[in-house]
């Protein structure tokens, strides 16, 4: 009882001295642009969800409203009204408008508020900048926020320019001025020689003495009109109303372009395929300015698959969580690749290299769409002991769909997955595809690529070492025709399979049917589920996180192009035709020793005598 009494003594006085010290100073709780008081430079570690990161100024605050938190496991944080913290999906959240019973974010994670108490004294705080990526750290083991990206660009902009007009747009107007709030408090934040003077400090509208204004609107038909805008910051735009989003675009794109030096940014969770996906889909294929940046749930700390369990739940369906969460444009369930294996893929995808090939010096056209993984070496192949697989799609040639040859490099699997493997045929059942080269162009005919082909399959690769699977629907036979000009050509170069049912003899390349696609979809998915087939180039990865079944049942491309799916797809009955098993049996003897009695043990069903005990009891759950 004394301690309680002694305490409220002291926030007491320092109250009533704080009243006489601020006595001259024009202080609004409401007005973010007068937090500040006073900032000091400090040079220490605070710790953050990313680990300890520098903190580079502690700033003092005028009196606030004192809020107390309390968590369910009994931390608890004293701030004030503003504090900026984060809910259960990441999303930055006053402690104002928390709510008992809402989840937050720990350093232990996620743990329910069972106590928000107000108290009516007010006193100066701390803040602090945090010099990170995210600029988040734990308070109290809470963790805590001070600004955002967009944020950050446009507090520099209008830091750093003059006489431009800075415009804020969102599907609402309270989302606007959240955005306006966040922005002043980043510009509060700067030391003050950075600072232009603020003329006029309003909600929704900013204007400083260099001549910059800020303003922010509720998107509308004819938002924008009458302004040149230097830069506009449009955020949830795929939400804009679908009646007049069209309207608002031609309304508002005219005042950016008319300026050489106007700038854009639009940010949005995907809704359909409206304005926002026609923008963004052009930034990936390059046919407009935009460059498109990208980020999955699973990227945000906090977020795993028991989050995600979580949401569907709370969302009421898988479907809603992918437009929400998923940055699916057409949201459904029903994508190839779920959240795991599209988490798997990011982390192994790289963004491959052109490469200078000593074999293609003689060659007389350009090779510049034949890009390589970062870490593979065209120029060193072992012809003794490497094998390949070029998997190819057919385009027209004419700016449509594109023209594709995946390269493949067989290899054994990981020891880890040779341990799991269940069903095992024979040796070709511990060997996997991985994906180590790509040529991609919707410009050149089927005639310009036939000289690449040749060169790649007769000069880099060497015919006896590689094998083509072709997709033989559109122009396949064109291009057989045109190798069949090589020296060096033998039929068996291609893999022959069944071109229609009854069939008994087989014919160069493979012909994708309706009756057929659907399946090899589903065991492509299980393939890089059990990672057998690995892709590694992140335009591959990209088009698969895309690639799923339409309305009438069908496996395509939901948004962009499905060109470089369909040449996986194509690989499927690879893995049961006899050339995979023949290239097996080459190399198989050149194996490491511990790989093939490793190998040799799981066909006999021995456990790895190094195994634990606990791994031979999984071992025999799968034999």
Same mark, same amino acid.
């Given at each position: 009882?004394?301690?309680?009494?002694?305490?409220?003594?002291?926030?007491?006085?320092?109250?009533?001295?704080?009243?006489?010290?601020?006595?001259?100073?024009?202080?609004?709780?409401?007005?973010?642009?007068?937090?500040?008081?006073?900032?000091?430079?400090?040079?220490?570690?605070?710790?953050?969800?990313?680990?300890?990161?520098?903190?580079?100024?502690?700033?003092?605050?005028?009196?606030?409203?004192?809020?107390?938190?309390?968590?369910?496991?009994?931390?608890?944080?004293?701030?004030?009204?503003?504090?900026?913290?984060?809910?259960?999906?990441?999303?930055?959240?006053?402690?104002?408008?928390?709510?008992?019973?809402?989840?937050?974010?720990?350093?232990?994670?996620?743990?329910?508020?069972?106590?928000?108490?107000?108290?009516?004294?007010?006193?100066?705080?701390?803040?602090?900048?945090?010099?990170?990526?995210?600029?988040?750290?734990?308070?109290?083991?809470?963790?805590?926020?001070?600004?955002?990206?967009?944020?950050?660009?446009?507090?520099?902009?209008?830091?750093?320019?003059?006489?431009?007009?800075?415009?804020?747009?969102?599907?609402?107007?309270?989302?606007?001025?959240?955005?306006?709030?966040?922005?002043?408090?980043?510009?509060?934040?700067?030391?003050?020689?950075?600072?232009?003077?603020?003329?006029?400090?309003?909600?929704?509208?900013?204007?400083?003495?260099?001549?910059?204004?800020?303003?922010?609107?509720?998107?509308?038909?004819?938002?924008?009109?009458?302004?040149?805008?230097?830069?506009?910051?449009?955020?949830?735009?795929?939400?804009?109303?679908?009646?007049?989003?069209?309207?608002?675009?031609?309304?508002?794109?005219?005042?950016?372009?008319?300026?050489?030096?106007?700038?854009?940014?639009?940010?949005?969770?995907?809704?359909?395929?409206?304005?926002?996906?026609?923008?963004?889909?052009?930034?990936?294929?390059?046919?407009?300015?935009?460059?498109?940046?990208?980020?999955?749930?699973?990227?945000?700390?906090?977020?795993?698959?028991?989050?995600?369990?979580?949401?569907?739940?709370?969302?009421?369906?898988?479907?809603?969580?992918?437009?929400?969460?998923?940055?699916?444009?057409?949201?459904?369930?029903?994508?190839?690749?779920?959240?795991?294996?599209?988490?798997?893929?990011?982390?192994?995808?790289?963004?491959?290299?052109?490469?200078?090939?000593?074999?293609?010096?003689?060659?007389?056209?350009?090779?510049?769409?034949?890009?390589?993984?970062?870490?593979?070496?065209?120029?060193?192949?072992?012809?003794?002991?490497?094998?390949?697989?070029?998997?190819?799609?057919?385009?027209?040639?004419?700016?449509?769909?594109?023209?594709?040859?995946?390269?493949?490099?067989?290899?054994?699997?990981?020891?880890?997955?040779?341990?799991?493997?269940?069903?095992?045929?024979?040796?070709?059942?511990?060997?996997?595809?991985?994906?180590?080269?790509?040529?991609?162009?919707?410009?050149?005919?089927?005639?310009?690529?036939?000289?690449?082909?040749?060169?790649?399959?007769?000069?880099?690769?060497?015919?006896?070492?590689?094998?083509?699977?072709?997709?033989?629907?559109?122009?396949?036979?064109?291009?057989?025709?045109?190798?069949?000009?090589?020296?060096?050509?033998?039929?068996?170069?291609?893999?022959?399979?069944?071109?229609?049912?009854?069939?008994?003899?087989?014919?160069?390349?493979? &012909?994708?049917? =309706? !009756?057929?696609?659907?399946?090899?979809?589903? *065991?492509?998915?299980?393939?890089?589920? /059990? #990672?057998? @087939?690995?892709?590694?180039?992140?335009?591959?990865?990209?088009?698969?996180?895309?690639?799923?079944?339409?309305?009438?049942?069908?496996?395509?491309?939901?948004?962009?192009?499905?060109?470089?799916?369909?040449?996986?797809?194509?690989?499927?009955?690879?893995?049961?035709?006899?050339?995979?098993?023949?290239?097996?049996?080459?190399?198989?003897?050149?194996?490491?020793?511990?790989?093939? &009695?490793?190998? =040799? !043990?799981?066909?006999?069903?021995?456990?790895? *005598?190094?195994?634990?005990?606990?791994? /031979? #009891?999984? @071992?025999?759950?799968?034999?």
């Amino acid at each position: 009882m004394i301690k309680k009494l002694l305490r409220k003594l002291i926030l007491f006085t320092i109250e009533f001295i704080e009243k006489i010290e601020y006595q001259k100073i024009d202080l609004n709780q409401d007005d973010i642009s007068k937090k500040i008081l006073n900032s000091l430079d400090c040079n220490f570690d605070v710790f953050t969800d990313t680990g300890w990161e520098p903190a580079i100024k502690i700033h003092l605050t005028q009196p606030y409203y004192k809020w107390k938190v309390k968590t369910e496991f009994g931390k608890q944080i004293e701030c004030a009204d503003n504090h900026i913290i984060f809910d259960k999906n990441m999303n930055e959240i006053f402690v104002k408008d928390l709510k008992v019973g809402d989840l937050i974010q720990t350093k232990d994670g996620l743990e329910k508020i069972i106590s928000l108490k107000f108290s009516k004294s007010k006193i100066s705080m701390f803040d602090l900048t945090v010099n990170s990526k995210n600029h988040r750290y734990y308070t109290n083991d809470i963790l805590s926020h001070n600004t955002i990206c967009s944020g950050i660009f446009i507090a520099w902009y209008l830091c750093f320019h003059t006489d431009r007009n800075i415009l804020v747009l969102a599907n609402k107007m309270d989302t606007t001025k959240e955005i306006i709030d966040k922005i002043k408090i980043i510009y509060q934040n700067l030391p003050f020689f950075l600072k232009p003077g603020i003329i006029e400090n309003a909600k929704t509208q900013l204007k400083f003495d260099n001549g910059v204004r800020l303003f922010s609107q509720a998107t509308t038909k004819t938002a924008a009109i009458g302004f040149a805008i230097h830069l506009l910051y449009a955020d949830e735009f795929a939400h804009i109303h679908s009646n007049y989003i069209e309207s608002f675009w031609r309304s508002t794109y005219p005042t950016l372009s008319s300026s050489n030096i106007s700038r854009v940014i639009i940010t949005s969770t995907p809704n359909g395929l409206n304005k926002f996906h026609q923008i963004y889909q052009s930034a990936i294929e390059g046919t407009n300015e935009f460059k498109h940046q990208r980020v999955d749930w699973w990227q945000v700390p906090g977020r795993d698959e028991e989050w995600k369990r979580k949401e569907i739940a709370n969302l009421g369906s898988e479907e809603l969580f992918n437009q929400e969460y998923g940055n699916q444009f057409l949201a459904s369930s029903r994508m190839l690749l779920n959240s795991n294996i599209l988490l798997y893929l990011k982390r192994t995808c790289k963004k491959y290299k052109w490469k200078e090939v000593f074999d293609f010096d003689d060659f007389e056209g350009a090779y510049d769409e034949l890009k390589w993984h970062p870490e593979f070496d065209p120029n060193t192949i072992d012809k003794k002991n490497d094998r390949f697989v070029v998997s190819i799609d057919l385009g027209d040639g004419v700016g449509s769909d594109y023209t594709i040859a995946n390269i493949f490099k067989i290899e054994t699997q990981s020891r880890a997955m040779i341990k799991k493997i269940a069903t095992i045929n024979d040796e070709s059942s511990f060997f996997r595809l991985r994906q180590v080269g790509l040529w991609r162009s919707n410009t050149h005919s089927v005639d310009d690529f036939a000289y690449i082909l040749e060169t790649l399959i007769f000069s880099v690769l060497n015919a006896d070492i590689v094998r083509v699977v072709l997709e033989i629907n559109f122009k396949g036979d064109v291009l057989i025709k045109k190798m069949e000009r090589n020296r060096e050509y033998y039929p068996e170069i291609f893999m022959h399979t069944q071109h229609a049912a009854g069939h008994t003899y087989l014919k160069p390349g493979i &012909k994708i049917k =309706a !009756d057929n696609k659907e399946m090899y979809a589903r *065991e492509l998915k299980n393939l890089i589920k /059990i #990672k057998r @087939l690995i892709p590694t180039e992140m335009k591959t990865f990209e088009e698969l996180g895309a690639f799923g079944l339409n309305s009438k049942g069908r496996y395509e491309a939901q948004s962009g192009h499905d060109d470089l799916p369909m040449s996986l797809i194509n690989l499927v009955p690879y893995f049961d035709n006899d050339v995979f098993y023949e290239f097996v049996s080459d190399i198989f003897d050149n194996q490491p020793e511990l790989v093939k &009695k490793l190998i =040799a !043990d799981k066909i006999d069903g021995l456990p790895d *005598e190094n195994d634990t005990i606990e791994n /031979i #009891k999984w @071992l025999r759950e799968y034999m």
